[in-house]
């Protein structure tokens, strides 16, 4: 055996692996070696909002979740069940408990709750983003963050008239959020107001397509007046029926008024209310391209035989309360409110709300008819005339309510003009303008509503009636004027107190 | 090295960084200044007279720490000696020793090798022609023997081998016959002319229990068997090489204590589940990690999401819970490695074997480790194999009088009448109302998955090489077909080189391997099991005149769903895989040895599933958006690079070993999907862009990097007290900024018993016995890249024109390792001269840490964040081996084998586990094995229904009030017993497994009885049929199926899956050797082979351990041939 070591080949050898091993650990420190870069196929937060375009995806797929989500239909269609503009035909639990006014914080009926505070999520994702960015141009950045506040400010003020006192959640930090406790709903709805202000400063006076600033048609992203027209819902809202703050009634008056004497904005004919080309429409929500129907309402509300007995769609009618609220020759009653009569015998006929006429049946991706629409003139006519009617300006809470009532093919309004009666007539007309809208009927019959008891001489009668028009019991406690907490919320945030009653 | 850290690491972590750096330099001084001790300063200080040389050399072992090796009978005639040392230089000591005795000495690493001096040559005589053989001897894995005795036969003459496994004789004449002889292993006589100057002889583990496998790998080091402090598990070739699957993992299954595999179904190149130990993570990685040949390897399927209907060959889902039968499913990324290039199979279970695997080694290590070369004559390996494999067994299936009697009763059950066409027209009961032909009776159990499954492996290959080189290359081929009717079939093909040099003077070594597989499965995409459940009147597969038989009735198919339109669609699934390892090796110094290792994976899959309009019925058959086209391609990168530096070293009266080293780890893993439809004819649905609809899927793209700084040090004190302390320090990309980085550790000890003193001779019984305890923490880094970023993904729905970006998750930066705590208590023990070998662990893994979704309030914007809650998972057990020599003669032996595990799983604690998304699937206390159910009650005898408890007085169940905690649907244990006889030339080898555990009963599986075209087991025969009747059974039904629903959730659906199964059996006969000589052969043999031969069960269904109406796995019987030239 040679055992003669090579001096020269050993000293190759070493020299050969020892430059290999510090070539290599040369090439990387220790920690930069597992600090890589992001994916290339997602986006990381701080890239999103340094330009322009990726912020502006970012914003406007909140509207689009809201469509996604069905949370247009979601809350029209429970509130009007929990409320007496539906009849409910569906076995479903969450639909039987939304009916009947028994909503169990285990199992929650509706996905607003969780839903609503994903939207405040990612607005404030927004505004956060947007605050530490020098990459999009200040005209942008007053846009997104103006709409983001908007949208904040609506999911805040629709959460606080569900569940009364809740939290108000102005950041993306979950370790402050999973802590926080619930806030009095006056603060909530203060904070509305804040975020509405604020939004009126930034946002364009303009509807603004997808550039962020060029003008466009559609009026599918909030602009100045839409912030505006919900600003005066909050003061209306916040002055408090009972207590009757006469300052918000007047700052509602002048948002409201603001709002109307916009040129841009004029009553449509009842059958173009909610048209994408509708001049009434304030602010509404565009119709995603991955959708197979029109709206959610058209969708559901539609009935095209007799109400299924299962599930959450197509298993209303609309109510005999409601039925039987409309005045003789109004208009709506033919125009927004369609019916199906059973092929057998013996022959049944149902009504269902047909504001809205597209479904999957006529829909067409490239000629939609109508958008969903959260926030139009019409309300803000009856904003005005419930808050003049509160300040006493009489003549002019009759001149808009007249407005409204003569869209419809009525006569202006000629009843008694007392303030209990014209208001009474107000919140009439609310129901028979608003019906199937975003809740609007239960907030009223709860925000008219004190202790269980209506002020104002029973204006709506306390909201326990509508319970039992539909055979459900409704306890003395009224806890039902609220929906309870979800309780899996309350378990993993043992801060969140739960409504009384639940 | 410390200045280079000084000024690269960031400042926060720099103290706990410096201190390991600090460790390491001192561990390389340490080393270096030993290394110069051994080398320049070994002084002798002895006085004494008339000293023998054995007394002499025990002296210097004492005080050099150097062995000395000589031959006690060869020295015992040597003169005494008077030597008076004083500080004298080794070498000159010895020079004095010797000085006038026939002997010699060479000085080689750590021994001193006594040699005989050549005998002076004689001077009137002619000079005998002397000849010196010299070479290395290795063991059957390639790793140099250390001692091994060479003797000249029938002489004195004798040598041993030196660290490297170097001897060198000199012997008369090239016609001496040289024996090679070293305990445990088999004796070995060569003659010199057949001995090539440097060649390698290899000695085989002899046939004793315990040294089948002497050396084993722990990944990072050898250690000795004998000498190990951890809890290893291995299976060696010949136990791989004797299974007919392709499916290295399937080779596996029963085979080690602790390991668990679970195959998805029959199919082949289906996924297995597998499982070291249990299960230690709730919402992460369970597998362990996979090594071959020092390469991490990926055992995620690479299969498409677009598949992922498909049975079998689908992308692993997300289990639901741990624990469902079919938890992972996709194409197996370990079919087409070829069995017969596998050396052995290791199996790392407790924290001493895996904490030095640090953050991966949580779940276990399974090392693959591939055949080398041997030095000597280029030998061609060569064999051929056929086979055939069946569906073992099926299920007893209503007849179509059975079936129909049936369908009356549920629906007179039901209060219908029974359906007639000619009454109705429009009714679809096409069973039972008159359209089909009810004298026709199928058991489609034999139509579907009835046929034989044609089996073909061929391998052959070539190694050879002298002292400094070896080489292996390899190449296999494989194919099989299906059950299914039909031409599908699977084909692989793999080649594998194996290339190891070694310079001159045996200080620089290099090894590469490098193995390419190719896979090309054309299997179905529908498994057509799912389809037994046909009502047996359905008509015949094809018609009369060779089509497809719709059976139509005023022109609408009555048998839409005929499966043999499956046939039409083809799918084609393509992988190929280069992987490759390269190890350089270099011994700076003896017993310092530097070295690296780059290892390299490139795994490419395409697959493509076209669905033509002509598989479907009219009016369909001419529809555009019927004809369907989806190709995805996923590809997989890894490169690793581990340079190390080992140091070993006889320190007072034991061995110790050195190790420090460290990892650069990346992976890539990119995907992308398409999918077209709309093709105007079937001609074209092999061009994507002829469809009118194309889609395309968002692309994947993720990277892992890894590195890591590790060490060991490890003694033994007089091969008696053993202790093995290793230690990592891990960095992972899966974490965020300040928690890449966490430490790992553990410590394992032993003590031979047997070697003490007071046990010697004591129990003459007793050969060997060893206790082993070990306790470390691993960690698991088994989870979704990427989660700690703040990210925004794309919403493919456009507003306003303009794409989405939705916020990807809530981010927790912080969130850092699971850590598995192992503890380990082992005994090893040989009895009557290793005959009898027995090894027992307990273990206890705790894992803390757990990485899952801590539950939120959703006012929060989510209801989970990423968070390390303090939940632990417990998972005990016992597991026990043992293996006997029962019978020896020259003739005849059998020696038999028996692993058994006991495993134990809880859940110890889970905070918030009420407001998680886990509240109603664990239970603090309770195995993650648990479901929470319904109660059963059984058969209603009134209404015949099945019933479940309910606190409510209606009957009907509500969660979560009525759920109750059923036993956990698991193993309760499991095992192998292995016996192997041979005769002569013959050998017989059985391999029989056995698992007792809980499965989901075959109601689940089946519709409701009663219900269209759904038959159902003869089990069902027993139904309830009017009130009063007591059965387990309800009665027929042909409308209600509530009842049905809540009896799937209850415990009335958990029954026993037990199962015996002689899972292989091996015959094989060993050709004549006067035969093999004359046809220049050696090693020649023909075999049969069988794979799942019989299984005894209670269990109703086609298989208990897949379960469901899934493929089972097949019967596989092969006969094949193999030699050598």
Partial sequence: ?502 | MYHFYQTLCTPPRIHRLFRIMKLTTLLITIAVLQVSAATFAQKVNLTQKNATLTQLFQAIHKQTGYNVLWSASKIAGAKTVDVDFKNTPLTEALNKILENQPFTYEIDGNNIIIKEKPAPVPNVQPAAPSITVTGKVTDELGNPMIGVTVRQKGTNNVTATDAKGIYTLTVPDDKTVLVFSSIGYETQELTAKDIPAGSTITLKASQTALSEVQVLNKGYYFEKRELTTGSIGVVSSKNLEEQPTTDPLLALEGQVAGLNIQQSSGISGSYSVVRIRGVNSIANGTAPLFIIDGMPYNNQSLSSNLFTNALGLGNPGAPSQIGTTLAASGQSPFSGLNLGDIENIEVLKDADATAIYGSRGANGVILITTKKGKAGDTKVNMGISQGIGQVPHFIDLLNTQQYLQMRREAFTNSGLAIPSIAINTSDNNYDINGFWDTTRNTNWQKVLIGNTAHYTKAQASVSGGNANTQFLISGAYNRQTSVYPGDFNDETASLHLALTHSSNDNRFHIALTANYLNDNNNLSQFDFTNDITFAPDAPALKGGDGNINWQYRNSSATFGNNPIAQTLRTSSSVSNNLFSNLDLNYEILPGLILKSTFGYNHNEMSQNFLTPASSYAAPHNTDPNYRTSNLSSTIFQTWIIEPQLSYRKKILNGILNLLVGTTFQQNLQQNSEYAAGGFSSDALINDIAAGSIQIISPETYTQYRYTSLYGRISYDWDEKYLLNITGRRDGSSRFGPNREFGNFGAIGTGWIFTKEKFLSGAASWLNFGKIRVSYGTTGNDQLTDYQYLSTYSVNSTSYLGISGLTPSRLTNPYYAWEVIKKLEFGLDLGLLNDRIDISADYYRDRTDNQLVGYPLSSVTGFTTVQYNLPAVIQNTGLEAQLTTVNFKTKNFTWTSSINFTLPNNKLVSYPGLAGSSYKTTYAIGQSLFIREWYQYKGVNPQTGLYTVATANANGTPSSPIDLVITPPVTQKYYGGIANNFSYKNFGLDIFVRFVKQLGFGYQTYFGVPGIANSNEPTAVLNAWTKPGDISNIQAYTASNTTSYAFFGRSTGNITDASFIRLQNASFYYKLPASWQRSMHMSNARVYLQGQNLFTITSYIGLDPETQGLVLPPLRVIMAGISASF
């Fill in chain 1, 1 to 502: 055996m040679n055992k003669q070591p090579s001096n020269l080949k050993n000293i190759r050898y070493s020299f050969f692996l020892l430059g290999v091993l510090l070539l290599i650990i040369s090439h990387f420190s220790c920690k930069k070696f597992v600090q890589i870069p992001p994916p290339q196929t997602q986006l990381v937060t701080t890239n999103v909002f340094a330009n322009n375009s990726t912020a502006t995806a970012a914003l406007l797929n909140i509207y689009t979740l809201i469509w996604t989500n069905d949370d247009t239909y979601g809350t029209a269609q429970a509130l009007g069940l929990y409320s007496d503009e539906l009849t409910n035909y569906s076995a479903s639990t969450s639909q039987i408990q939304l009916y009947t006014n028994s909503l169990q914080a285990l199992t929650p009926a509706t996905n607003t709750w969780a839903n609503a505070y994903k939207y405040i999520y990612a607005s404030n994702a927004v505004i956060e983003g947007l605050k530490n960015t020098s990459g999009c141009s200040p005209a942008v950045k007053r846009q997104l963050s103006g709409e983001a506040y908007f949208l904040r400010a609506f999911w805040h003020f629709n959460l606080t008239n569900i569940y009364g006192d809740v939290p108000i959640i102005l950041t993306t930090d979950y370790t402050i959020n999973n802590t926080v406790t619930r806030s009095a709903r006056v603060q909530v709805l203060q904070q509305v107001v804040k975020d509405l202000q604020n939004a009126q400063s930034l946002l364009n006076p303009n509807y603004v397509d997808g550039s962020d600033t060029i003008a466009t048609a559609l009026r599918v992203r909030p602009n100045q007046t839409a912030a505006t027209a919900l600003l005066a819902r909050a003061y209306l809202y916040l002055a408090d029926y009972s207590n009757q703050n006469i300052g918000y009634y007047q700052k509602a008056d002048s948002a409201a008024t603001a709002v109307i004497n916009n040129s841009n904005y004029t009553l449509a004919p009842l059958s173009g209310v909610f048209a994408t080309t509708s001049k009434e429409a304030i602010w509404q929500i565009q119709t995603p391209s991955s959708a197979n129907e029109n709206t959610w309402e058209g969708q559901y509300f539609i009935l095209t035989g007799a109400p299924s007995t299962s599930g959450a769609g197509n298993v209303t009618a609309i109510s005999p309360q409601l039925l039987s609220a409309f005045e003789s020759g109004d208009q709506r009653l033919t125009n927004w409110i369609g019916s199906y009569t059973t092929a057998t015998l013996p022959k049944v006929t149902y009504y269902y709300s047909y504001k809205y006429k597209g479904n999957s049946a006529n829909y067409s991706a490239t000629n939609i008819p109508e958008y969903d629409t959260p926030i139009r003139l019409g309300e803000t006519y009856l904003i005005r005339a419930e808050a003049q009617a509160h300040e006493g300006n009489i003549n002019g809470a009759l001149a808009d309510l007249s407005i409204i009532r003569m869209r419809a093919g009525l006569t202006g309004y000629n009843g008694a003009t007392d303030q209990v009666s014209l208001l009474r007539a107000i919140l009439h007309e609310r129901q028979v303008e608003l019906f199937t809208e975003w809740g609007h009927r239960w907030f009223d019959l709860c925000r008219t509503t004190t202790g269980g008891t209506s002020n104002a001489a029973l204006l709506l009668g306390p909201p326990g009636n509508v319970c039992q028009a539909k055979n459900g019991i409704w306890y003395s406690d009224n806890h039902q004027l609220l929906f309870p907490i979800p309780q899996t919320d309350r378990t993993n945030n043992s801060n969140l107190s739960q409504n009384p009653g639940y």
